[in-house]
């Protein structure tokens, strides 16, 4: 009976502790959302600074419109709101490709591609304007 007792105690204190670091952490590292372009939940870490991006925030992005694919866009992906519009203090801008530190100013070039069973997207980083291959 004590040993549940003791488990019970152990469990409670563990979710009052989870509790307890979401209201305080989240709230102060959260800076607000920016508007997108994009879906909202297409990146779970910004591919610009490799934050964790918190309920809400979103990765700024633009998405060009083809007449020659509906499912293969190209995409400019800048930055979430601890990077972008500038950012941060801590906060580095780097490409994941090259690994090279990104302007304030630049973007990652990608594709997106839309599941057809879920109509989710993919995003594939294919760099910043200095590495890309595909660049045009």
Known sequence: ???FLMALAVVVIVLLLGFIKKQFFSASQAPAALSQTSSDSMFSHCPVCNTGLGPGQNV???IFTSAASEND???YVYGCP???PSPKPGIK???PVCHKVLPNDSYLLSRIFYKTKSG???VIINGCPNCNRHSN
Request: glycine share 0%.
């Open 120 to 122: 989710k997207p993919h």
């Open 93 to 95: 801008r780097e490409c």
């Open 82 to 84: 601890a990077c972008f």
């Open 73 to 75: 866009k190209l995409c």
């Open 1 to 3: 009976m004590i040993y």
């Open 60 to 62: 700024r992005s633009k």
